[in-house]
């Protein structure tokens, strides 16, 4: 299977505070990966730092189908196939969401023709047909807004589709929904990078490997079982098994920590 995302080495810092501190990651198509990582480890940096934000002084490798993305500007980057889904969606009163869509499609080469066939057919699958002559994510659910989005991916047809804590702030059963839009979402020509604090959403989708990043790094890859280490032991158990040191910042003082005597054990 030929690789999608390649990504080798690659450092983020903004000012002097590195963020992302040499990350290696190999996705083929048709594949799902999940990153998972406590807040603050650089996910979104990950995919600010992929789709071209501003503001990142970076360096390190990372091509798509082969194709350096870091020389290119983020347009560039959309059109060779690279999609981000937003963390939380934005609601666009009286844009509706089938001339956004077309709109989206003519900026990435798309015929108008080609880009309403696909439209049709993708809201049947993803059953958004009656939202597409509403405003964009107007009185939409949480997890409506979300199955919009992958809806919305599926016809822009990435060949990397970024979801950045698509299961954030979504009740059980919106999370079991958007995770099988995920799953519907998986073709052969699509590598899904599917970036989650939580472990909830595994339950409903099987990534085909789970990779853990920890201070802007991957640390560990995996399958399921590390996800059930992580729903075991947290973060700290993944840190302790490789003897990871917490950053300075986060070790919280004990209580005794401000007494230098302590009568007895708090
Ligand atoms: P995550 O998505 O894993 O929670 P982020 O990528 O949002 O983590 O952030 C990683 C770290 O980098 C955090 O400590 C955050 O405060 C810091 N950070 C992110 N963006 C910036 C920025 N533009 N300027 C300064 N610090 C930043
Ligand atoms: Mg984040």
Redesign the pocket.
């Known amino acids: 299977m030929s690789v999608a995302l390649d990504v080798k080495g690659l450092e983020a810092s903004v000012e002097t505070k590195q963020i992302l501190d040499g990350l290696d990651l190999e996705i083929p198509f048709g594949e799902v990966h999940a990153i998972m990582g406590p807040n603050g480890s650089g996910?979104?940096t990950f995919c600010h730092v992929l789709t071209g934000m501003e503001g990142y002084q970076v360096s390190g490798r990372a091509r798509l189908e082969g194709q350096d993305l870091l020389s290119l500007e983020v347009d560039e980057r959309a059109r060779l196939g690279l999609l981000q889904s937003f963390?939380y969606p934005t609601e666009v009163p009286g844009v509706h969401l089938r001339e956004f869509l077309i709109e989206a499609a003519d900026e990435r080469g798309m015929e108008e023709a080609d880009a309403l066939d696909r439209i049709e057919t993708e809201a049947k699958r993803f059953d958004m047909t009656r939202f597409l002559d509403r405003s964009l994510n107007n009185d939409l659910s949480g997890g409506e807004k979300k199955r919009s989005e992958i809806f919305q991916m599926a016809v822009l047809r990435p060949k990397v589709a970024l979801l950045?804590?698509i299961d954030s702030g979504l009740d059980i059963d919106a999370v079991k929904q958007v995770a099988e839009a995920v799953e519907e979402m998986r073709s052969p020509h699509l590598a899904v990078v599917l970036i989650t604090h939580y472990n909830r959403i595994l339950k409903y989708l099987s990534p085909d490997r789970i990779h853990v990043m920890i201070d802007g790094k991957i640390v560990d890859s995996g399958g399921t079982e590390l996800a059930e280490e992580l729903e075991a032991g947290g973060y700290e158990g993944v840190r302790s098994r490789l003897g990871l040191k917490k950053p300075e910042a986060e070790v919280k003082p004990k209580p005794s920590d401000f007494f230098t005597e302590t009568p007895f054990d708090l």
């Open positions: 996910k979104s963390q950045d804590e």
